[in-house]
């Protein structure tokens, strides 16, 4: 949609520096102007990555992202908790979110998923991500900590290329936050 410019966050659950990052993230989210779709897509480097991008895209399709997102941070960096095993990924969303073990293992372990892990895995490829957390702006620009001097630095040079991008498509911000 050339009205709105597009902002993808490449992160992972494995990530400490994600963690770190989530909660501003999430409060910069609130702010955004109805012309920014902000989304979320999952890092896969290894296949431990690729359990946490399971379960990422389970959350989704199930419709339960608000529930689990930052649990899973919390319980993988604060707590300590073992959470690359699909069984224990399972007891956690019913835990957190009511979802019965069933129900997850069928979307986790399903062809659907497993393209959209695949989906994200040659899109972080083709964005040349190299380590996380990560943000592609518009599908122009990578911004990660390295380039814009720390990952606290990503959100002020994320907000400049959007209002860059805007003024070289002649929009104007549109009020109202928007994201997923």
């Known amino acids: 949609d050339s009205s709105k410019v597009e902002v993808v966050e490449i992160f992972s659950y494995a990530c400490i520096h994600c963690r770190n990052f ?4 999430e409060r910069w989210r609130e702010s955004l102007a109805g012309d920014v779709l902000f989304r979320r897509v999952p890092a896969v480097f290894n296949k431990t990555w ?11 399709v ?3 992202s608000a529930a689990i997102h ?6 993988i960096h604060g707590e300590g908790v073992d959470l690359r095993d699909p069984a224990v990924l399972a007891a956690f969303f019913e835990l957190h979110a009511g979802v019965a073990p069933e129900q997850f293992e069928g979307v986790f372990n399903s062809m659907a998923l497993t393209s959209r892990v695949s989906n994200a895995n040659a899109l972080g490829r083709a964005y040349g991500i190299t380590g996380v957390p ?7 620009y990578r911004v990660d900590g390295k380039t814009a001097g720390s990952n606290s630095r990503m959100l ?3 907000d400049h290329l959007i209002a860059q991008i805007r003024s070289a498509k002649g929009l104007e ?8």
């Open 50 to 60: 690729e359990v946490f991008a399971r379960a990422f895209f389970t959350a989704q």
């Open 70 to 75: 930052t649990p899973i941070f919390e319980a």
């Open 62 to 64: 199930l419709e339960v």
């Open 134 to 140: 990560t943000m592609i702006v518009d599908g122009q």
């Open 22 to 25: 989530d909660p501003w993230i």
């Open 156 to 158: 002020e040079v994320v």
């Open 173 to 180: 911000a549109v009020s109202s936050g928007g994201g997923q």
